[in-house]
């Protein structure tokens, strides 16, 4: 179907209209390559209105050594499909024409001039014959390719068209190199019209785009579509062939997969077209490709080797062929473009383009990673500043967040580079520092190699610090080893001074944090802690470094009074700049800290601080950063926002997951202990199980988090073991403190719930003085509260409100709410209790609290609860919620059978499917629930 070519064929048409009457016509259809100038001759019958008779021919580069081979075609495509009788009327006075359908004497360039004109003369005759009966419709395609004796007859024609009844149409391609032969330019300069097709129109692209994809194409994907071809049939076509044969509809959000393609058939099909090319316009076309958008005007011709008129007549010669998307601006018109010229090119002449480039940026003083870009295109490099201008350009991809990249250059320097010794020691030291935030085997590989180039033990101790720190995971066995030969060959830190002492304090960090799973490391890293004095040194961020893992270890182990870990933590914090590398520093067991310890005040004042400068900076919020913000709110009780950075951070991917680490694992397992949402429980699990990173905060979190799950089923007694496997965990490497690590308050819930009061009660005893050597406000006043709830009478209330009156000045206002609740319910009907109750109510509604969900105590204070954190109603069908408003009055399933007009056993079944649904036992829980209250106080 042409689209958009009403005015061509209006007038070839005209032409034959013309040429009925005796008045003849040369027509020449032109443009660039794609234009459709084939594709409208091969039509142009179509549109004639008339009986006509169509020669045609195709003329190609490889026939053009057949002498008229391209007239041979004409004439055989008529005398083919003519009537037999016709057929011999017109060649019976041929003459030398006949000579041109033998298989041989026909006249060559050798031959006499008379004998090639009287073969030219008797041709002209044939075709006056022939054109005496209907009009004639010559169709010759390429005429650039022709032989030249077939050129000769056409020139010889374009001047004697009078008296036929002919209309001729050739095209020629814009740019080709042949056009420009003398008998191609006079057959065109003998023309009387010349047609040259536009291109195609957002509405034509759109018509393309409904016809192959069988569908209306949306807005987006058109204008991106018309775009990237510029109009041009063919390059629309390829792009369209392209993206249907690839399963793409033609939808908005496929437009910048339109936009990305770069077809092969279309690649390959330029490229053959630009080795016709002279050799300014290949060069032209190679510098272009080469320097890509890094190529200015000046540069590229410098580049090419082309003086200023020579870079005029080359770009003219590539804008005519269709290839820049504007006369006069080396750029192209699509990326394929760029494919076609690098794919004509050899292996050697890569090597010299991208070499000369190099160069050339080099010398006018470009940005280093554009000079890198092109020595990394290249197999090597001889050029003696090639791994300076390398390691500076890794340099700027570290700066600007592609350590990646950075990675690719170094490695290239390393081969460029005949450094040895310290020098080469540098160079991998910056590679292993690159790498170590995507590759951590790399990056430790390079260290080792780096080390004994090293002539120092301060040196070495420094590039062993290389090693990606490990704060959020868990170090390998051969890095770790690694560190501590460093350390043991630097020294004890406190008998160094200056640079060395700063490294081996960092060197010990790193080695007491890798073993913070070894309960007897854990309790000498609190000795250390205690021994540094009341005002531990926190000037330089070595000292800083020691500090929080001391004080990390000193909360995994509640081995010091929570309020001196918070203490110590703002100071650090105070002289930590907002701006720190987060992943690559100690500040996110900072915030494990404040959790632990119950003071979130001054973390939040510094996540604020940060926010801001994040904005100003417009840099991306990372996994590491929603998790830090989650266990934040969670601290807080504030359940919806907590939930929301999870959420977030879940659309980031898992590299990202991967470098935030335990802190990441915390923030989950944290969230969905707290939400207790079934689906959103599995969510993370499953996650976990993806990414889940070694460790024990990953593991023994992970498997109390299965425990919970397990409770959300109704599973109890296979919930109270798991949750007792991971207590059993963290209890045997040291860590002790249950803010976070919650496993006893679900433990104690969990014997609650199956019946075991005297259990239930010793663990309540344990947390409750574990909780207060600890000392953190939420543990103590969970502690009083758990113990308080398996205790009757004036005890129990007395201990609920000890509990309550603690957490007044715990930030976590859920644990309160909580409390409040538990209280209230023990005070009775009174006001009092009101009171209290209200003020839970309040609370509870700010802190997303799912009060109507909770039913048991598994966690000690109320069971998880229903799946999705709804109100049980919503989880049931109207019949099935009628049933149970009526049980809820005391009905029975008989009374309830009447009160429905259904059969009983109908009733029980609706009741079979709400207690599993809301997973309660037996109608006295499922009543319990569904009031609201607790069934161990009903």
Known sequence: MLLERVSETAQVAEALRDAAAGRSAQILLTGPLGIGRSALLQELPGYAGQEVYVLRAGAAPMEQDFAFGVVRQLFDSLLAVAPAEDRERWLRDAGSARLVFADDALPDEESPD???????????????????????????????????????WLAYLGKRLNGLRVVLVCTVRDGDPRAQDPLVREVVDSSTLVLRPQPLSPAAVRTMVRLKFGEPGEEEFVRACHEISAGNPVFLLAVLVGLAVGGHRPTADRAQAARSLRPRQLRERLANSLRAQSTPVRDLAAAIATLGEHGDPVLIARLAGLDEIGTEQALRGLHQLGLLADAGEPRFVH?????????????????????????????????????????????????????????????????????????RYLRRALLDSSEQGEDRARLLIDLATAERS???????????????????????????????????GTLPPSAVDLLRRAAEELGCPDQLRGSARDVGLRLEARLRHSAREDAAELADAVERLRRLGEEPAVCSGAERELLAVLLNAATLSAGVPAAEVARHANRILEREPATSARSRS??????????????????????????????????????????????????????????????????????????????????????????????????????????????????????????????????????????????????????????????????????????????????????????????????????????????????????????????????????????????????????????????????????????????GAPAGEEAPGAPGGAAPEALLTPTESRVAALVTRGLTNQEIAGELGVSSRAVEKHLTNSYRKLGTPGRREFVALWKGSDPAVV
């Open 114 to 152: 008379c004998a090639c004109e009287a073969v030219l003369h008797d041709l002209r005759s044939l075709l006056a014959r022939v054109s005496a009966d209907a009009p004639l419709l010559i169709l010759l395609d390429d005429l650039h390719w022709a032989d030249t004796s077939s050129l000769r």
């Open 335 to 407: 990326r394929v473009v760029q494919d076609a010229v690098e794919s004509s090119m050899t292996v050697a002449q890569r090597q010299y383009w991208h070499e000369s480039a190099a160069t050339r940026l080099y010398q006018a003083g470009r940005p280093a990673e554009q000079v890198a870009a092109q020595l990394m295109a290249v197999a090597t490099s001889s050029m003696p500043w090639s791994a300076a201008v390398l390691r500076t350009a890794a340099d700027t991809a570290v700066r600007r967040g592609a350590p990646d990249v950075a990675a």
């Open 438 to 472: 995507f590759d951590t085997s790399a990056c430790e590989r390079h260290i080792s190699q780096a080390i004994p180039l090293l002539s120092t033990a301060r040196d070495r101790a420094a590039a062993a610090l290389r090693i990606f720190p490990g704060f959020l």
């Open 586 to 855: 100690v500040l996110p067991l900072l915030a494990l800290g404040f959790l632990g310890a119950d003071s979130l005040r001054t973390l939040c004042s510094w996540h604020a601080t940060e926010e801001q400068t994040r904005r100003h900076s417009g840099a991306a919020v990372d996994a590491l950063v929603h998790a830090e913000r989650a266990l934040v709110f969670v601290g807080l009780g504030r359940l919806a926002p907590a939930r929301e950075h999870v959420e977030s951070a879940f659309d980031l991917g898992p590299a990202d997951w991967q470098e935030a680490g335990d802190i990441a694992t915390a923030a989950l397992c944290a969230v969905a202990l707290e939400v207790r949402d079934p689906m959103f429980t599995e969510r993370v699990l499953c996650h976990l199980g993806r990414h889940q990173p070694a460790g024990l905060i990953s593991t023994g979190l992970r498997r109390l988090l299965e425990g919970a799950a397990q409770a959300q089923r109704g599973h109890w007694s296979d919930a109270l073991d798991t949750v007792l496997a991971g207590g059993r965990t963290f209890e045997a490497a040291g860590w002790h403190n249950s803010l976070l690590f919650p496993w006893r308050p679900w433990a104690i819930g969990l014997y609650r719930r199956l019946g075991d009061t005297r259990s239930a009660l010793v663990l309540a005893e344990e947390e409750h003085g574990r909780a207060t050597a600890w000392g953190a406000p939420a543990a103590v006043g969970r502690a009083l509260r758990l113990h308080g709830a398996l205790l009757s009478g004036e005890p129990g209330t007395a201990l609920l409100r000890e509990a309550v009156e603690v957490l007044r000045g715990s930030a976590n206002e859920l644990e309160l709410a909580r409390t409040l609740r538990a209280l209230g319910r023990r005070l009775g009907d009174g006001g009092q209790a009101q009171a209290v109750l209200r003020e839970a109510a309040v609370l509870a509604r700010a802190c997303a609290a799912p009060w109507r969900t909770e039913r």
